[in-house]
T-cell receptor, first 115, second 112 residues
Framework: AQSVAQPEDQVNVAEGNPLTVKCTYSVSGNPYLFWYVQYPNRGLQFLLKYITGDNLVKGSYGFEAEFNKSQTSFHLKKPSALVSDSALYFCAVGGSGAGSYQLTFGKGTKLSVIP | DAGVIQSPRHEVTEMGQEVTLRCKPISGHDYLFWYRQTMMRGLELLIYFNNNVPIDDSGMPEDRFSAKMPNASFSTLKIQPSEPRDSAVYFC??????????FGSGTQLSVL
């Protein structure tokens, strides 16, 4: 079975500072990894994905994530946080092949960017 | 495209009543997913369809839950009878490529 862990329920960061939201995963075979963001009263929105290739993946709104196979991690990063980045962030994992459509989501990390 | 459309946005009902949630996926997407979100359990996959056919319903919590997709542009999730522990936000999502999902705005269900 595949699983995702987001060890922090909440991350607070000052505006302009770099931010990191952590994620580790467990899956059989090669992972498909994703980050989604959820704003209040909205559905989740896709940020970025890793399927194969370069370990550093760039996504929407200046976010990027680094795939580390040895540490089974896929941390979300941004060099300079904005107040508008405050939201709930979800890491998700899917398997390859037919399993790539069955995503397992982490419980989410609430990011608060303080002005 | 208007995106994934869910209705109603909010539903308040009494225990024992039947509840039907509706979803219109993005045109051309051949995968449709139903998720449930709660504080305690996070985001759980209930069931998903490919080309209107249910592929995996192992996440459906009980026989009280059923889902249908009669055509490519419409799906329903039904709870009968509803219970207070079913209170959650229910999301529908659609996809046309591996695992990039487009979510609707959700239905906030409260069972009293």
């Amino acid at each position: 079975a595949q699983s995702v862990a987001q060890p922090e329920d909440q991350v607070n960061v000052a505006e302009g500072n770099p931010l990191t939201v952590k994620c580790t995963y467990s899956v059989s075979g090669n992972p498909y990894l994703f980050w989604y963001v959820q704003y209040p009263n909205r559905g989740l929105q896709f940020l970025l994905k890793y399927i194969t290739g370069d370990n550093l993946v760039k996504g929407s709104y200046g976010f990027e994530a680094e795939f580390n196979k040895s540490q089974t991690s896929f941390h979300l990063k941004k060099p300079s946080a904005l107040v508008s980045d405050s939201a709930l962030y979800f890491c998700a994992v899917g398997g390859s092949g037919a399993g790539s459509y069955q995503l397992t989501f982490g419980k989410g990390t609430k990011l608060s960017v303080i002005p | 495209d208007a995106g994934v459309i869910q209705s109603p946005r909010h539903e308040v009902t009494e225990m024992g009543q039947e509840v039907t949630l509706r979803c219109k996926p993005i045109s051309g997407h051949d995968y449709l997913f139903w998720y449930r979100q709660t504080m305690m359990r996070g985001l759980e996959l209930l069931i998903y369809f490919n080309n209107n056919v249910p592929i995996d319903d192992s996440g459906m919590p009980e026989d009280r839950f059923s889902a249908k997709m009669p055509n490519a542009s419409f799906s329903t999730l039904k709870i009968q009878p509803s219970e207070p522990r079913d209170s959650a936000v229910y999301f529908c999502a659609s996809s046309d490529s591996p695992a990039r999902l487009f979510f609707g705005s959700g239905t906030q269900l409260s069972v009293l």
